[in-house]
């Protein structure tokens, strides 16, 4: 069974000067462990076929299976549930929260989720991070990480949960060009694990690490 298998998605927003159509009939296979890069000028539609594959949108038609779900079809409810559970999400400003260490920013989605014992999500967070190389910075706040430590966290707090899909929008945008490569490194490392990988990327650096691609111009899959 696909991880994602979008079915014609469609999305249509209205706007005051009318309906605009973000995504056109938009379809999608992506299978266990794939590390696939959805590319495309601004405007293509990236960000909401993201939307569409984590649930923070709906299509207007189609269908969107994700894990095992109709995530078109659950309530809003059963939607935050599932996503707490089955999406881990990297942001381009790595979005961690600067009052908690590193380690509590990991151990955020178990706590959201109750995925763990309480016992055991410490000794995860800091597994998590040893796996990404920065198990010395646990205790340190994310205005202490360099911009490369705090992305290698957001991705730890992101597979906190063993997520089966983890979705980045432009997880190397805010990156220099030799900590991008270590990011991606280590993204085509977890999609080696079994872990289904979704980038939105604008560059070429990716193209060596990548197992497929989808390419949007003006809403449909090109």
């Not at 095992?68 to 939607?79: F, I, K, P, R, S």
């Not at 990156?175 to 280590?186: I, K, N, R, W, Y």
């Not at 289904?196 to 809403?219: F, K, N, W």
Request: net charge negative.
């Amino acid at each position: 069974m696909p991880v994602i298998d979008l079915h014609e998605v469609t999305k249509t927003y209205d706007t005051p000067s009318g309906p605009f159509t973000a995504l056109r009939k938009v379809s999608l296979s992506t299978e266990k462990g794939e590390f696939l890069a959805v590319v495309g000028r601004s405007g293509s539609g990236k960000s909401t076929l993201i939307n569409m594959i984590t649930g923070i949108d709906r299509p207007s038609t189609g269908e969107v299976r994700v894990a095992g779900a109709a995530v078109h079809e659950l309530g809003q409810q059963a939607l935050s549930i599932w996503r707490g559970r089955n999406v881990g999400v990297v942001f381009q400003f790595f979005q961690l929260l600067p009052t908690l260490t590193v380690a509590e920013n990991v151990m955020l989605p178990m706590d959201f989720c109750d995925t763990y014992p309480r016992a055991e999500r410490r000794p995860r967070a800091l597994a998590l991070l040893e796996r990404m190389g920065i198990a010395e910075q646990a205790g340190k706040l994310p205005a202490a990480l360099s911009g490369g430590q705090q992305q290698r966290a957001a991705i730890a707090r992101a597979l906190a949960n063993d997520p089966p899909l983890l979705v980045a929008d432009e997880p190397t945008g805010n990156l220099d060009s030799h900590t991008a490569v270590e990011v991606l490194e280590l993204f085509a490392a977890i999609a080696a694990g079994g872990t289904t990988v979704v980038m939105v990327t604008h560059g070429s650096e990716a193209r060596p690490y990548i197992t497929s691609t989808v390419e949007l111009t003006d809403g449909a899959r090109v």
